[in-house]
């Protein structure tokens, strides 16, 4: 059963570039998709960006040509790249891995704990 861990949230100005990184407790090569998603205070959360085992990706509108979503099955992490950031990007980010079969088993989707992000004006 796979475990995830955000890091790299902080606080930037408006402009500045964060990475984030999530850290696998297991191997995701038979993971197909993994995520990243976002909580703002009083909204809703988000999909930010997905990524799937042959390296496809989505991006919501507001972050494309910003943000860049990619994975390293090698060492269990999943990472976003955040660049030029606006304070409408502050938000609690999640990793998120979605549900997936794997031999015998299936396995529900899970979440990391979150990471804050916050951009000042």
């Known amino acids: 059963q796979v475990q995830l861990v955000e890091s790299g949230g902080g606080l930037v100005q408006a402009g500045g570039s964060l990475r984030l990184a999530c850290a696998a407790s297991?191997?995701?090569?038979?993971?197909?998709?993994m995520g990243w998603y976002r909580q703002a205070p009083g909204k809703q959360r988000e999909l930010v960006a997905r990524?799937?085992?042959?390296?496809?990706?989505y991006y919501i509108d507001s972050v494309k040509g910003r943000f860049t979503i990619s994975r390293d099955n090698a060492k269990s992490t999943l990472y976003l790249q955040m660049n030029s950031l606006k304070p409408e990007d502050t938000a609690v980010y999640y990793c998120?891995?979605?549900?997936?079969?794997?031999?015998?088993?299936?396995?529900?989707?899970?979440w990391g704990p979150g990471t804050q992000v916050t951009v000042s004006s």
């Open positions: 998120q891995r979605d549900a997936y079969c794997a031999g015998p088993g299936c396995y529900s989707a899970a």
């Open positions: 297991g191997s995701i090569v038979n993971v197909n998709v």
């Open positions: 990524i799937t085992l042959t390296g496809k990706t």
